[in-house]
């Protein structure tokens, strides 16, 4: 039985966004990348492995303040959290309050999900 499938993929790397023809191979933790053609440069076959076996992202949102000038920070994660976890990481920042003032890029929430990244501060929060 051939459980190849092939299907297009559009890579967001950089502005060229080439559409890559993708052939896999397996199912979920036994799926492979057998071959990526029409890529316009080296960085479509990482990009599409990487999206495909472990799809991670940068997520941004905001953290409540207390004290401060202005109610809410905007944050971002310090680096790629799993796509599968984003849920879970919003939840614990939902939650999250942190006091002013605030200096852009403090770190607010460490290690958030044992994931090994920081939520950090994207903007400055003084106190009222």
Known sequence: MNDKKTFPMTCIICPMGCTMEVTTEGEGANRRVVSVTDNGCKRGPEYVEKELL???????TTITVQNGDL????VKTAGEVPKNMLLQCMEVIRRATVKAPIKTGDVLLHDILGTGVNVVSCARVNKK
């Open 71 to 74: 109610t809410v920070v905007p």
């Open 54 to 60: 472990n799809p991670t992202r940068t997520l941004t």
